[in-house]
């Protein structure tokens, strides 16, 4: 801690030395200490930062107050060096009646969508942003949904100018020269490769992609907005389920108890930990599980094999998870201060089961394997498309598997444990490729990780002659004091998950913003997909492993 | 070449094995844990009309109506609306209501999945039936001490 | 080998037949060759096709409609023809309407030439192997007919690359099969080594024509280079998987079928799982000895290998992902071409040298 705290007065320092009006004050986040900027000045201040090895944007939150509007940022080290991760925050004030703040987006890319989606939500508008649109909503809405005054009642009149089909001026032929050598096309929201979440705006010319612009906000449902409004000690818990929805549920309960736990200071017993980190990595599975299934599915069509044996294999994982929680998707499991029911009795049966699945997992893996990486052809696609360098990867923010598949070795259970993972023995699993099978990869070797993981919690489960103590004594009514926020996250499934809760000593969080790091992934594609064919445009957004439940919220 | 070989006899594998996990659903019941949530059974004689599920449900899902002298005129849930996250269960400090392993819902429209107290008790899932003999045998971590198993009574029998 | 008007007039004690009676004749084998075409197709693309690929996949499939779900077959059809024909809005309505008929009538029609043994073979010209091939390209039309009339721009990418993909390898196609008509001509002992009926004939006798060799001589084992290029060519040609690009399920939607539904989808389909039959007979004629085999009438072994082809089709489609459409061309020009020319002189040379 020391180390943190000497560093931070360092580079407090550096800033005003550089920049001596930026600074206006020094607040402190149950996370980190927070740089209140000038700001006009942000950008320079996060610059200085990035310069100084913060080079990781988590999060932009816009947070609302009775004077004034706040916009958050959330720096971290990206390291795979336990003992150099760091955070800091920067805060930026904005006026009340016109809140404006200069855009950091400039200093790193993967601020544009955090900013956009900051303006859409909250309407503080950033100075200087290359692109200041709505990202969620529709463009012709009224109003910013999460601020105090929005009227949910309110009707959203549409202009019929507005309403008018936005393609068909294209029926004209451009008068361009250049534009008769390309192709429009709207791939999504009806695309068997997007489902109807999700919209690519793609320029073509022939069959490469000169230009996509994703279209999001399908599936928005305004989760923070809800969480907002529910208790923090029993209403929140069952929301998180729906964030990413497709079995990483486990993750999600995690990232919003880790947070309100640190802010609200409880304890979490030894016997709960474990049960919740064996909890987590079972989700992992199955979370990674279908990402390889699905990666397959879009590089195939229709079904293929490896789907099929990816979907065999999760349900298995479902299975126990169902009768640990009870339900197989939304689990509902974890509470603050622990989980809410023991394991399943009788126990030896169900430890049973899940040993079974650990013991089988290295013959499917070897199965997945050559499947995947035995066989030429797949390799002939995966390999070299979709190229993410180490460095855009970090400009964007983008985290989990598909940082990892660029060789950088960031993972939030190793840098920042939570939960038992400080006391088990496992790896984080790294590949150079930065393309589409490494990424594929890395999740092949996370879920053979995660077994190991599941192995020793299951060891430690069964020798545990303790207490077993499933939830600390928690206080009736959650209510952290007013003014304290946090921002934690975890390593969720697609990568850091976070939760930023400003308190303002209520039962109820005065601010919950969720770090999606689906969000943040997104947010790079274009980099990823440009100059490469259609079919491997359709294969990155595979193995980028989006679920809009959890890009829209 | 090899590789797309060995993926092909892996394949073989499989279809020659002819192991099947998908499950021939109305004739043979999927896997249903005894900790499932499913469709929720209302006891109107353990109700003590406390509120505690109304005021914890995340959706506004339970709508309780009393009198003047705090007595139970109406309890309505509107499955529809439902997430089935337990919660009023949990908080119920009588075991009155309580997620059943029934899952299969179905309606025409939306107003018929709006259950009020009569037809939480006249649903055909709940008659004569116990919904926590589906708990066992952890059945004492759901309800508490074995005494208030002789207690209970399934609602629709008398 | 015998045509199937050879075989009724023997039948009858005939000599020849008036050419009306001929007519006649020939039309009744092409309703006996259709029939079972459209009943084999039928079976294998409704049916079969859901039951192999959820085998491959540890699921079950159809199972409730009849006894193993095989009444899915009438049922589906049902359904399918049963759909409101919808023609949208600003498609080409004349070639729209047009190319499903043409599909299906193509492919269906060249298997007037596959000589499926027993006599059963409704036309067998002297260039019967050209015409063959040269009505396996021509299900390449339609689909730009279908395509391009559709007015949607998946269906257009889906042509394009059909088109693509159709050039590339109508010359490999073509050149791996001709490597095996000077053997015909070496074996058989014949002036006409294109007609079907003899390329089939002259694949009777133990391999290479050695005695007592208990391996008969398919061109599969005389001509192994061949016959894989062959496999690989005739898979593109007809786009079956790794090489379906012009429908490309998750990129292009459906590709030239996007907008299709109802009785014109059925015709486009019917046209598509028929040429992977076709490429079947294709090849168990030219490589498999027709319907060579122990036991059984030649037409029932030759039915088996052609099923037997269409099994290995799904299998793959099961296993391999789709190639890109850089990497098929690459694939079809830089190495079939050369490979196939390179096989042909191989084949010319070696025989040059043994007679």
Known sequence: ?????????????????????AILDIEEHQNAPAIVANPSRVDDVVRVLKENGYNHLSSVSAVEYENRYESVYHLRRITDDREDFDEINVVAHADRDEPAVQTVSNVFKGANWHEREAYDLMGVRYDDHPDMRRILLPETWNGHPLREEYDVDQPQYTTLEAHANPIEERYEVDEDESALDTMFINIGPHHPATHGVLHLKTVLDGEVVVDVEPDIGYLHRCEEYLCERLNYKYQIMPYPDRWDYISAGMINEMSYARCIEELADIDVPEYAQVIRTLAQELSRIASHMLAVGTFALDLYGELNVIFMYAFKDREIVQEILEDLSGQRLMFNYLRLGGVSYDLPEPR????EKIRDFTEELP???????????????????????????????????????????????????????????????WDVVTKDGCDNL???????????????????????????DGEQEIQSRVPRSVSPPAGTENYTAVEGAKGELGIHIVSDGTEQPHRLKIRSPCFSNLSAFSELAEGEYLADMIATLGSLDLVFGEVDR | MMGVLKSLGVTAKHAIKGDTFTVEYPDESPHISPRFRGSHKFSLSRCIWCRMCEEVCPNGTIDIKTNQQREGEEYNLNLGQCIYCRLCEEVCPVDAIILTQH?????GTKAELEYTKEDLMDVPWYKGMDPLEAREPDRGAWIGTDEEEEVWEPAGAD | MVTFNDAVAEFFGVEEFSPLVEFAVALVGAVIVGSIILTIVGVSAVWFKRKLNARLGDRIAVNRVGPAGLFIMPADALKLLSKEVVVPEGVDRASYLLAPILAAAAVIAAFAFIPFGSGLQVADPETGLIFALAFASLGAIPIVMAGYSSKNKYSFLGFEREVAQAIAYEIPLVVSALAIVPLVAYFGD??????????????????????GLPVPNWFLFAQPIAAALFFVAILAEFSRNPFDLPEAGSELVAG?????????????????????????????ALFLGGGSGPFLPAAVWFLIKMFAFYVVVQWLRATVPRVRIDQLLSLGWKYMLELTFLNLLLTAGVLWVVL
């Open chain 1, 1 to 21: 801690m020391s180390v943190v705290t000497r560093r931070h007065e360092e580079i407090q320092e550096k800033i005003e030395n550089e920049l001596p009006d």
């Open chain 1, 348 to 351: 030896e049966e169900w430890f």
């Open chain 1, 363 to 425: 013959e499917k893996m070897k199965e997945y394997r050559t499947l995947l990486e035995g066989n030429e052809l797949l390799m002939k696609r995966a390999e070299g498309t979709g190229i993410l360098e180490p460095e855009v990867a970090k400009e964007y923010g983008c985290t989990g598997p598909i940082l990892r598949g660029s060789g950088v070795g960031y993972d939030v259970r190793e840098v920042d444990p939570y939960s038992y993972y400080d006391e088990l023995d």
């Open chain 1, 438 to 464: 490494s990424r594929v990869q890395v999740r092949l070797g996370e879920v053979e990780q995660s077994a190991r993981i599941v192995e020793q919690c299951v060891d430690i489960l069964e020798d545990w």
């Open chain 2, 103 to 107: 899952f299969e819902l179905n309606a």
């Open chain 3, 190 to 211: 014949t002036d006409t080594p294109l007609r079907m009926s003899e390329i089939v004939a002259a694949q009777q006798g133990p391999l290479l024509g050695i005695e």
């Open chain 3, 256 to 284: 030239y079928l996007t907008e299709y539904g109802g009785v014109n989808f059925v015709l486009l389909f019917l046209a598509e799982f028929a040429a992977i039959f076709f490429g079947g007979a294709l090849f168990t």
